[in-house]
């Protein structure tokens, strides 16, 4: 039997997952039987996850919708700028509270969403299997660098991070995402992700520096390590950072 023929086509910023040879150009996908589109499409390398919406011949369908001979498909990432209500959204609706997932070789960038107040679950050792478990019961919005990880069934809210520079990650996810409306900054423990509360200075004064002690009166701990925290330099840096970060995002 003479195999079917369809032709792909990726927009926008899709093409970082595909050869650098195959970006921005149609693509030729032969197969046998009616696949369901969404195979075709990861086949290629592209993330179910990072799909917002596929046009079959120009109209909206699913990714269930079964491949045709002779259809052209056009495959859209997450939409920022156009209003494509009337159409198939095939990303799962934005989840009502922003928290994250991140993948254990992204450790730098977790502690710099946990400095803007994202709530941020990280741990080293945590297998793939591990991660999706966690961010599909906790609702979180899995950040990686193995796309892989993205093609898993059970992923439903995901984002490849493509840039190895922590700073440059951390102003890649809140622009992508567009989270700078909800920075809340130095509010979270950079260590585990708790909830910083103030404590009266008597109560953390036995595990304070001398220096620490002479010079400064406000202090904060974390409930959940114990960390203490206290507005020294490194605040006014660190707010510093922030602001430039988030101008940039």
Same mark, same amino acid.
């Given at each position: 039997?003479?195999?079917?023929?369809?032709?792909?086509?990726?927009?926008?910023?899709?093409?970082? @997952?595909?050869? $650098?040879?195959?970006?921005?150009?149609? =693509? /030729?996908?032969?197969?046998? +039987?009616?696949?369901?589109?969404?195979?075709?499409? /990861?086949?290629?390398?592209?993330?179910?996850? &990072?799909?917002?919406?596929?046009?079959?011949?120009?109209?909206?369908?699913?990714?269930? %919708? $079964?491949?045709?001979?002779? &259809?052209?498909?056009?495959?859209?990432?997450?939409? &920022?700028?156009?209003?494509?209500?009337? =159409?198939? %959204?095939?990303? $799962?609706? $934005?989840?009502?509270?922003?928290?994250?997932?991140?993948?254990?070789? !992204?450790?730098?960038?977790?502690?710099? !969403?946990?400095?803007? +107040?994202?709530?941020?679950?990280?741990?080293?050792? @945590?297998?793939?299997?591990?991660?999706?478990?966690?961010?599909?019961?906790?609702?979180?919005?899995? =950040?990686?660098?193995?796309?892989? !990880?993205?093609?898993?069934?059970?992923?439903?809210?995901?984002?490849?991070?493509?840039?190895?520079?922590?700073?440059?990650?951390?102003?890649?996810?809140?622009?992508?995402?567009? =989270?700078?409306?909800?920075?809340?900054?130095?509010?979270?423990?950079? &260590?585990?992700?708790?909830?910083?509360?103030?404590?009266?200075?008597?109560?953390?004064?036995?595990? !304070?520096?001398?220096?620490?002690?002479?010079?400064?009166?406000?202090?904060?701990?974390?409930?959940?390590?114990?960390?203490?925290?206290? /507005?020294?330099? %490194?605040?006014?840096?660190?707010? +510093?950072?922030?602001?430039?970060?988030? /101008?940039?995002?």
């Amino acid at each position: 039997m003479k195999p079917k023929l369809a032709s792909f086509r990726f927009y926008e910023e899709l093409n970082d @997952f595909l050869e $650098p040879a195959d970006r921005g150009k149609t =693509l /030729e996908y032969r197969f046998d +039987g009616n696949p369901a589109v969404k195979d075709p499409i /990861e086949t290629l390398g592209v993330p179910h996850s &990072e799909v917002d919406l596929v046009l079959v011949d120009g109209l909206s369908v699913g990714f269930y %919708h $079964p491949l045709g001979d002779g &259809e052209r498909i056009a495959v859209y990432p997450l939409f &920022e700028s156009f209003d494509i209500s009337s =159409l198939q %959204h095939l990303r $799962p609706r $934005p989840l009502r509270v922003t928290r994250f997932m991140v993948d254990v070789n !992204l450790g730098k960038l977790a502690r710099r !969403l946990r400095m803007l +107040g994202f709530d941020t679950c990280y741990g080293n050792r @945590f297998e793939d299997r591990e991660i999706v478990d966690i961010a599909r019961r906790e609702r979180r919005i899995i =950040l990686t660098r193995d796309r892989r !990880l993205l093609f898993r069934k059970a992923v439903s809210h995901g984002y490849w991070v493509r840039s190895d520079d922590p700073d440059t990650q951390l102003c890649e996810v809140v622009a992508r995402l567009d =989270l700078a409306g909800q920075v809340d900054p130095l509010r979270r423990c950079l &260590e585990c992700n708790g909830l910083i509360e103030s404590v009266d200075r008597e109560t953390v004064w036995s595990s !304070l520096e001398p220096l620490t002690r002479r010079f400064y009166e406000s202090f904060y701990r974390c409930p959940d390590c114990g960390k203490i925290y206290w /507005e020294g330099s %490194h605040v006014a840096h660190m707010s +510093g950072a922030i602001r430039r970060l988030v /101008e940039r995002s």
